[in-house]
């Protein structure tokens, strides 16, 4: 009977880990699953010729989203980062990193966007304000949380082919959707 107890008894408290899905699990799994189909697209035709302006605009939409729900999450907690700071100059390094890549020609642009932002966030905390250094600190944290990332998205996708032969926009893509499918 001892054997027979704790199975059940592991059964039983199994039933507490178990979780049902979601009200709008369906609706959430569509958008996701659209999600995925439109950005693999977007990848797919992003060396194409003019094509990869749509793939930089679909990559700084979700940037914008990302950034969005970031500030979103930080006013839950009681923080105010500089929310329009942090998408202006998320989407202008986004879009400078990108050229520089491209055109190497252009490659001391992004260095200067960050030596400017530098500069000017702690500019949009001169008014006295109860926990300014947080605040700072969040919009600083989300550029480096979001922005980074996605402009090293840039850099795998236009890199020349792997010294395998192998193209990178694969890589991208699976990244893409094992972090869907696995959330």
């Known amino acids: 009977g001892g054997a027979y107890n704790f199975f059940f008894l ?18 959430r799994l569509f958008y996701s699953s659209g999600f995925t189909i439109f950005a693999a697209f977007l990848i797919a035709i992003s060396h194409a010729p003019l ?20 500030v ?4 839950a907690k009681g923080f105010s980062p500089a929310s329009t700071l942090l998408s202006w100059f998320s989407l202008f390094y986004l879009l400078v990193y990108s050229l520089a890549t491209l055109y190497p020609h252009l490659a001391h642009l992004p260095m200067f966007l960050l030596f400017l932002a530098a500069f000017t966030t702690p500019l949009a905390f001169l008014v ?7 605040n700072i600190a969040l919009t600083v944290f989300g550029f480096v949380y979001i922005v980074f990332p996605f402009s090293l998205i840039v850099d795998i996708n236009f890199l020349p082919r792997l010294p395998s032969g192998e193209a990178t ?15």
């Open 10 to 27: 592991y059964i039983r408290d199994m039933k507490t880990f178990v979780r049902w899905p979601s009200s709008n699990f369906w609706q």
């Open 51 to 70: 094509c990869q302006w749509w793939f930089l605009a679909g990559l700084a939409a979700m940037q914008f989203i990302a950034i969005k729900e970031y």
């Open 72 to 75: 979103r999450l930080c006013h």
């Open 128 to 134: 006295r304000q109860q926990g300014a250094i947080a």
């Open 169 to 183: 926009t694969f890589w991208i893509t699976w990244l893409l959707v094992t972090t869907k499918g696995s959330d």
